[in-house]
């Protein structure tokens, strides 16, 4: 697959440095496949769309404040960003600037951070020393993992406020998993009333979600990994709703990534595992029937999902190039339209 193929165009003022107030204040395009038709709406006229025959599947993935600021040993400042534990007080983390093993880190509380080893993509393991435990100096000293294109100015309270979902519950994500920033407790209670049956899935969201494509990505076919769990109760919840023929909706891509990574012979497989899945056209989903999700960056993996479930095997059309198909039009006419990009961005629903 040439990546090349999933490029376009984007001025920098269409980049989202806030999130919408209130977050289903959001636009929402939809883009319905079998009549190939665009419409503009609303976040929260969801509610007028959904019911009982629809299942919202979230990643309940909470983001954790994982870069670490500090100074080395000459005095020079440095930074850590801690991606997952691989150890007791040991993080599979990236250091800003390059880091050498054997180096140390100072940071506020007495606390440090010695590089153990340099890991293959720049990645390093560091050993944290701390009088208190890493979930306790995180929350005093961490700041949230920001993507490199917004540059707020929230302060840390309102940023780990701003961005999380509501609803978010197991730590461990380096970024959120933004499609569910749409959401409020209101409307999600109000889905609920309507009888949408909304299930809970977990997948950790790794920095390798901002990174370019490395080659060997396009020639392996698989991505960074990724750990996942689906609970035994929303499996079983999850395979009655499909063999009951509702419409399983993931929301975002962590979702839609989840739920084809746990399928097997048509069916959720419930526990926990890691992720290398690689969507891009063809592709056959095996259990997400439709995705609400953000725009995203040219020549990412994450567009490249999206433009699997708006062609064939899905569509009525095979992909042929991103300006071509139907996903690169709606992109064009949001641009037009002055819709946010990226992460705190406005939402796209695919039926």
Not at 124 to 145: F, M, R
Not at 269 to 293: C, E, H, M, R, W
Request: aromatic content about 8%; glycine content about 6%.
């Amino acid at each position: 697959m040439d990546v090349s193929l999933f490029d376009y165009n984007l001025s920098q003022d269409k980049i989202a440095q806030f999130p919408a107030e209130p977050r289903d204040s959001s636009k929402l395009l939809v883009i319905n496949r079998k009549q190939e038709t665009l419409t503009h709406e609303i976040f929260h006229d969801l509610l007028s769309q959904l019911g009982s025959n629809d299942v919202l599947v979230l990643n309940e993935s909470k983001v954790f404040p994982a870069r670490l600021l500090g100074k080395k040993e000459s005095g020079s400042l440095a930074e850590i960003l801690l991606l997952h534990p691989v150890g007791q007080e040991k993080w599979l983390a990236i250091g800003r600037p390059n880091l050498k093993s054997g180096q140390t880190v100072y940071f506020e509380n007495n606390a440090t951070a010695r590089v153990l080893s340099k890991k293959y993509g720049g990645e390093i393991e560091v050993q944290l020393t701390t009088s208190t435990s890493d979930a306790e100096l995180l929350d005093q000293i961490g700041h949230t993992p920001l993507p490199p294109y917004i540059h707020s100015n929230l302060s840390e309270q309102q940023l780990r406020e701003k961005y999380q979902t509501v609803y978010a519950q197991q730590q461990g994500s380096a970024a959120a998993p933004t499609a569910g920033l749409h959401f409020t407790e209101e409307l999600l209670t109000k889905l609920t009333e309507k009888g949408v049956q909304i299930e809970k899935v977990t997948l950790h969201v790794g920095l390798g979600t901002f990174q370019n494509l490395r080659p060997e990505n396009i020639t392996e076919k698989k991505l960074h990994s990724e750990w996942y769990e689906v609970s035994v109760e929303a499996a079983q919840r999850l395979n009655g709703a499909k063999k009951a023929g509702k419409r399983i909706i993931a929301v975002g891509t962590t979702s839609a990534r989840t739920l084809e990574s746990a399928t097997l012979n048509g069916e959720i497989v419930a526990g926990a595992n890691t992720t290398q899945l690689f969507i891009f056209p063809p592709y056959k989903f095996k259990f997400v029937d439709s995705l609400i999700t953000n725009f995203h960056l040219p020549k990412s993996s994450l567009l490249m999902l999206v433009s699997s479930l708006v062609s064939e095997p899905q569509a009525q059309k095979a992909f042929t190039t991103f300006a071509d198909s139907l996903v690169g039009k709606a992109y064009a006419e949001a641009i037009t339209k002055n819709y946010r990009f990226f992460s705190f961005g406005d939402a796209m629903w695919i039926q």
